[in-house]
């Protein structure tokens, strides 16, 4: 009989049982449902939800094939699965698991897959480097694996119209008039799912935040093919332009909302790119469109999965500014009826919603924030893998600790991303109904943002200072005749934790 194939929850796709993967076609196949898992963290029962939905979807796809175990540990589930016979693994996503398949007798772990780059190119790549940078690394993807070139250069002349891409969004409309996403049935395997969460949570078993409203994302591979035809023939030719804007009362714009389903390996990102390709030489979707969701995938997905493991495990406590101030309780329970200001409490309650919000809300709303007042970046990024129903270690480490929070001290990025209300009053419709004015940085009505950002500056000056494209930023500090005021004031609000 062939060797036991395990699958983890974020390999669910047929990438993973093909043989050209290394799994004969007649391998049995494991998957376990670990409890301590959630015991471990709280996490958002939307993404719970969702995580377990696709595990026994692919398990009712398998049939006879798979052994389907729930148990309290993963040790004791493939105990319980296979004994003492040989086992293999996709080489998991997160160091942990993968320090616990390698400690485990007879378990053989093979190349990881649902990535495009393997990890020793990356690292030939990174050797020939000065720095690893991801514009530099999206280049090398393009041309090795030939996506948007002509005669080995870039289709168009130029590799990046992220200059084109970063619209705000017409004056005075409320949508952009996008065609929906695609809208998942549930059945009845959802409806065990949550009558099994309810269960754990009544126990006391498990503790979630945050809502679980019917399910949004893909959870099997004929869903994720679904949300990514529709992305492809429907939403893609307007992605571009307005990728980096916010409104409102269009969460979703142009996005292809597929994170949760790349990261559950119910697609695969050549497919996802090779996709979007074909509707650019169709003439359906213009370039810039295109090029900034193969820049979101083949560019940054593959980048942030490579330095991940790159980095190593002492990534995990970067902390450049040493901040260490905690999440408040508001933050972490998702309490956006107790926030007055409008961006913050519009993506904390997407957040609280659905568990996902796209990446501009994460970086220039939640991330700044959360970077101004000082939080531990570990803590944060704890909050974002918890909080998100795409978040993972692997994904949220570099994204949270690198870009967000520029905790490693620019190994990552040139620059904190962080700003004041000027920028979210441009890229968003958040401003006019709020409280607080994004020119005002003291005073009642003195934007949180606006006056995080300068009291963040004055607070880093002295490494900010040398960085080449903080450093006019910086010395805007010496023409505010109102600083001591205004930094007595964020301390008064960091003293009371209350929320904006």
């Not at 670990?34 to 015991?39: G, I, L, N, W, Y």
């Not at 945050?210 to 093919?225: K, N, T």
């Amino acid at each position: 009989m062939a060797c036991t194939h395990w699958l983890f929850g974020d390999q669910l796709g047929p990438a993973f049982l093909s043989r050209l993967a290394g799994v004969p076609r007649d391998a049995p196949v494991v998957i376990i449902e670990s409890r301590a898992v959630f015991r471990r963290r709280r996490f958002h029962r939307a993404k719970a939800h969702l995580v377990l939905s696709a595990m026994r979807h692919r398990a009712a796809e398998l049939g006879d094939r798979v052994t389907y175990v729930r148990a309290n540990t993963y040790r004791e589930g493939l105990r319980r699965a296979v004994g003492d016979r040989p086992v293999t693994v996709h080489h998991p996503t997160s160091r942990a698991a993968l320090a616990l398949v390698r400690s485990l007798d007879g378990v053989t772990v093979l190349p990881a897959r649902g990535f495009i780059v393997r990890h020793e190119d990356f690292a030939a790549w990174a050797r020939g480097q000065r720095g690893l940078r991801m514009e530099t690394f999206y280049r090398h993807v393009r041309r090795d694996h030939d996506l948007l070139m002509e005669e080995g250069r870039p289709v168009g002349g130029t590799w990046n119209l992220d200059h084109e891409n970063r619209e705000p969004p017409p004056r005075e409309a409320r949508t952009l008039g996008a065609a929906a996403p695609f809208q998942p049935r549930e059945d009845s395997i959802d409806e065990d799912v949550r009558r099994d969460l309810d269960r754990w949570e009544r126990a006391g078993d498990v503790a979630f935040v945050g809502r679980d409203g019917p399910r949004l994302f893909p959870a099997d591979r004929r869903e994720a093919l679904s949300a990514l035809r529709r992305f492809l023939r429907h939403r893609l030719a307007g992605f571009g332009a307005y990728e980096d804007a916010m409104l409102g009362g269009d969460t979703t714009l142009s996005h292809s909302l597929l994170s949760s389903s790349l990261n559950l390996g119910l697609l695969d990102p050549v497919e996802c790119v090779e996709g979007a390709v074909a509707v650019w030489r169709a003439g359906e979707a213009p370039l810039n469109s295109v090029e900034g969701f193969v820049r979101q995938i083949a560019g940054w997905r593959e980048y942030v999965w490579q330095l991940y493991w790159y980095f190593g495990e002492d990534y995990r406590a970067s902390n450049a500014f040493g901040h260490t101030g905690s999440l408040p309780d508001w933050w972490n329970e998702l309490d956006a009826e107790a926030v007055s200001a409008q961006c913050l409490a519009t993506v904390m309650r997407q957040v609280r919603d659905t568990g996902w919000t796209h990446h501009i809300p994460r970086l220039m709303v939640l991330g700044s924030y959360a970077l101004q007042r000082g939080w531990d970046p570990a803590a944060v990024t704890d909050w974002f893998h918890r909080c998100f129903v795409d978040g993972y270690d692997w994904v949220m480490l570099p994204n949270v600790v690198g870009m967000s929070q520029y905790a490693d001290g620019g190994r990552m990025t040139t620059k904190p991303y962080t700003s004041g209300g000027a920028y979210i009053d441009r890229m968003s419709d958040f401003c006019r109904p709020c409280p607080y004015r994004p020119d005002r940085r003291v005073g009642d009505d003195a934007c949180p943002f606006t006056a995080g950002y300068w009291s963040f500056l004055h607070r880093h000056r002295g490494s900010l200072e040398h960085n080449a494209r903080m450093t006019r930023a910086v010395h805007g500090l010496d023409r505010l005749q109102d600083l001591r005021a205004l930094l007595d004031q964020e301390e008064q609000r960091e003293r009371s934790a209350d929320p904006p």
